[in-house]
């Protein structure tokens, strides 16, 4: 039985080109790129490279680029790094966000409370997800250090209004944007926003490589201490053939953004329709239309999610409940709860997340998803 990989928010199959781009890096051109000789000054260059375009790709100076490990270290230095240099400068002791961001956000947010006597606001969602950009205005106070909030949703995929929080912090606080699902499918450039986080395995590149976009003039103190890499940013030995990789793959995936978005959407809005349409308990979440072009994300009221998720895949079709950070957790899915969603329906929460190069047909997404609710619902 063929299998279709519908959960490409959890991570994309690393691309061929991104590979090709990797291989010398990963082979013949292994050097450190610290290393003063020829091959340690090869693999220089290739990093200055990647940086390079990577810069250009989200519009910003090649020394606000600085690779990470990932989406998670990117938002944990972003939310760390900036709020403790911002007391150590000007004593702040405040952070704004959402409750519904990626845990990698939250859990630096509660670190900071926890161990250096911060102070956190999270500014409410509404029931599509979505925050107020006047009510984060509202929420921010001359001590606080920066804003963070997710660009789309990771789990439902709504998107937030980006130009309304950038007039709601006006340049006063750093505005940090949790961009791991955005990017390949939503402008990166010219958002306004001072720091931009990316991971390389959600655009086709491989896990453990990452990108930190920060605006040079913003105060950062580093989470990794050692040889001072990254500018003094982000100590450790940088992984070339990674950010080669990155590079690459976020070069494709912007240039086919535009083209991709709207065939995408297209699938997901029929997928939408035709899952509300057959299966009466089924329930949207997220916001209607400002949503991520690939994502379709529904309970099912009454069932048990887990099972169901069972089912799809014996019926070929590979989904997820939600965050694949999450996944096993037997606790209801924090961003539903946010929403308002009572807690034993959260537990029913099914995410199918579509592809840049999603060929499926969406007759037998909705056929699967019909009958595994009916199977899981009678008991079969």
């Known amino acids: 039985m063929s299998v279709s990989y519908l959960d490409n928010a959890a991570t994309t199959p690393v691309r061929r080109e991104v590979l090709e781009a990797m291989t010398p890096y990963l082979t013949s051109h292994f050097g450190n790129p610290s290393s003063h000789h020829t091959i340690g000054e090869q693999a220089a260059r290739a990093l200055a490279d990647a940086r390079a375009r990577v810069a250009a790709v989200l ?5 606000d680029v600085i690779f990470t490990s990932g989406a998670t270290e990117a938002n944990n230095l972003a939310i760390k790094g900036v709020a403790i240099a911002a007391q150590q400068r000007r004593g702040a002791r405040h952070v704004v966000t959402t409750p519904i961001e990626h845990e990698s956000v939250l859990a630096s947010v509660d670190y900071l409370t926890r161990i250096h006597g911060f102070e956190a606001t999270l500014v409410p969602v509404d029931t599509t997800g979505r925050v107020d950009p ?6 921010i106070r001359d ?10 949703n990771n789990e439902i995929g709504t998107v937030q209004n980006v130009a309304g929080l950038v007039t709601a912090v006006g340049g006063h606080v750093p505005l940090h944007l949790d961009a791991v699902q955005a990017a390949g499918w939503l402008p990166l450039r010219d958002l306004g926003a001072d720091a931009l986080s990316i991971a390389g395995h959600k655009i086709g590149a491989p896990k453990g490589i990452g990108v930190l976009g920060i605006r040079s003039r913003i105060p950062l103190e580093p ?3 050692g040889g001072g890499q990254e500018r003094e ?3 450790g030995t940088e992984n070339v053939a990674g950010a080669v990789g990155l590079a690459r793959a976020l070069e494709l995936a912007d240039a086919e953004r535009l083209d991709a978005a709207e ?3 297209a699938m997901r809005d029929d997928l939408i329709a035709g899952v509300l349409e057959r299966v009466p308990i089924a329930r949207l979440t997220g916001h209607p239309t400002s949503r991520l072009p690939g994502t379709a994300s529904f309970t099912f009221a009454g069932v048990n999610g887990e099972t169901v998720l069972l089912e799809l895949e014996r019926r070929g079709m590979v989904t997820s409940s939600g965050s694949a950070c999450a996944a096993g957790s037997e606790e209801a899915s924090h ?7 009572a807690p034993d329906e959260a537990r029913t929460a099914v995410r199918v997340t579509l592809g840049h190069h999603a060929a499926v047909s969406v007759a037998p997404i909705v056929d699967a998803i019909e009958a595994a609710v009916a199977a899981v619902g009678s008991g079969v």
């Open 59 to 63: 519009g910003i100076r090649t020394t």
């Open 134 to 139: 006047d009510a984060v205005a509202a929420a």
């Open 143 to 152: 001590d606080t250090a920066i804003v963070s909030v997710g660009y789309a």
């Open 223 to 225: 989470v990794l201490h």
């Open 233 to 235: 940013r982000r100590s």
């Open 263 to 265: 065939r995408v959407a």
């Open 335 to 341: 961003v539903l709860l946010a929403l308002g969603v």
